[in-house]
């Protein structure tokens, strides 16, 4: 994956423009003003490609649905108040344009905070075999990593594993059941 895709350009400068305003604003940041190969996810579901499972137009912005991940009381209190799911299209671990701004906001929480640290759960539909779904959940956990280290988090903050097809968000295997299982979940810990 090219580092310097518009999209890594973007979220560059995006975070730019954050902590521009962050110093305009003497240092207080409001988060809450404020995304492969053949072989696996086997053909057949391309349908489940443009299924949008993740945005919905509020206030201009696009909301991101949110799975409720279950996080323990200190872990809540610790982490910011942000979508912790990103979805991605059949068969690819390309990070979505819509999420450049969730991501550059949770980079900047964890560059804002080095006690915080997330795990970057990456998940795949169940197409394609295991070793593959594997794999590419992987690919897209170590997308989000890249793009939340390339804006500002710390290595030592982030780790990416994969679940493939093996903890699906929906248990159905039609196209949108499918496409809420392709994503990567932000687990702060």
Do not use: W
Request: with cysteine; charged share 20%; aromatic share 4%.
């Amino acid at each position: 994956m090219n580092n310097q895709s518009p999209l890594f350009l973007k979220l560059k400068i995006a975070v730019a423009g954050g902590l521009m305003l962050a110093l305009s604003a003497c240092g207080t940041v409001d988060l809450n003003d404020a995304g492969a190969s053949a072989g696996g996810e086997a053909a057949g579901a391309t349908a489940a490609a443009s299924a949008s499972p993740s945005s919905n137009a509020q206030g201009g912005q696009n909301a991101v649905k949110s799975i409720d991940l279950g996080s323990s009381a200190g872990q809540a209190d610790a982490a910011p108040d942000l979508a912790k799911v990103l979805y991605f299209d059949f068969d690819s671990y390309v990070l979505k344009e819509e999420y450049a701004n969730l991501i550059a906001q949770h980079a900047q929480a964890l560059a804002a905070d080095g006690s915080l640290r997330v795990v970057l759960e990456g998940h795949t539909d169940e197409l394609g075999s295991r070793e593959y779904n594997v794999a590419l959940g992987q690919q897209r956990a170590e997308a989000v990593l890249r793009a939340l280290t390339l804006l500002g988090a710390r290595a030592n903050q982030v780790e990416a594993v994969s679940f493939g097809e093996e903890k699906p968000a929906s248990l159905g295997g039609d196209a949108q059941s499918r496409a809420l299982n392709r994503r990567v979940e932000i687990s702060y810990r």
